[in-house]
T-cell receptor, first 113, second 111 residues
Framework: KAGVTQTPRYLIKTRGQQVTLSCSPI?????VSWYQQTPGQGLQFLFE???????NKGNFPGRFSGRQFSNSRSEMNVSTLELGDSALYLC????????????FGPGTRLTVL | SQQGEEDPQALSIQEGENATMNCSYK?????LQWYRQNSGRGLVHLIL?????REKHSGRLRVTLDTSKKSSSLLITASRAADTASYFC???????????FGKGTKLTVNP
């Protein structure tokens, strides 16, 4: 099976703009989680989607949002970008909302100037 | 919020040596997992150990869990240059945060 794919791989934006990142899970996986990784804060959980519904949300401001489509593909959106949003955004999928094994994509590197 | 703390933050060894990384956490957990990350790329799941297990093996990996001390260790035996990566522990507390990751140990294996 193909792995988790994320697009784009690299992105450069300026402060105040918004950005949309995409994640395609492994075929058959219906749960998608998003994480933000920064040198200062490390890996932090953003949110989890299952069957097009947000199940859990981490401690991030409302500027961070996401959604999941009927084919399990997921997008996350960050509005009004700040310099501190520069990070590697990782998507992970699993068959069901279980944390037993999550399969991570290669990530999207977002740079905010 | 960070749950796990890996120790050491960085480790440099020679090929063939064993590498031991430790992880401490603060609250009770359902399971603890170890992941590897190569230079700013995605994470690869290595091994999961449940709260009622004390030791688990997978190939050259050995993981122990001591719930009374709230700590875990990852041992990589006979290390190879290809093991060079950052290693993270992640805990599942059964709450809304899914996996909570530590800050990782950066392992360098010199050929």
């Amino acid at each position: 099976k193909a792995g988790v794919t994320q697009t784009p791989r690299y992105l450069i934006k300026t402060r105040g703009q918004q950005v949309t990142l995409s994640c395609s899970p492994i075929s058959g996986h219906r749960s998608v989680s998003w994480y933000q990784q920064t040198p200062g804060q490390g890996l932090q959980f953003l949110f989890e989607y299952f069957s097009e519904t947000q199940r859990n949300k981490g401690n991030f401001p409302g500027r961070f949002s996401g959604r999941q489509f009927s084919n399990s593909r997921s997008e996350m959106n960050v509005s009004t970008l700040e310099l501190g949003d520069s990070a590697l955004y990782l998507c992970a999928s699993s068959e069901i909302p279980s944390t037993d094994t999550q399969y991570f994509g290669p990530g999207t590197r977002l740079t905010v100037l | 919020s960070q749950q796990g703390e890996e120790d050491p933050q960085a480790l440099s060894i020679q090929e063939g040596e064993n590498a031991t990384m430790n992880c401490s956490y603060k609250t009770s957990i359902n399971n603890l997992q170890w992941y590897r990350q190569n230079s700013g790329r995605g994470l690869v799941h290595l091994i999961l150990i449940r709260s009622n297990e004390r030791e688990k093996h997978s190939g050259r990996l050995r993981v122990t869990l001591d719930t009374s001390k709230k700590s875990s260790s990852l041992l990589i035996t006979a290390s190879r240059a290809a093991d060079t990566a950052s290693y993270f522990c992640a805990t599942d507390r059964g709450g809304s945060e899914k996996l909570v990751f530590g800050k990782g140990t950066k392992l360098t294996v010199n050929p």
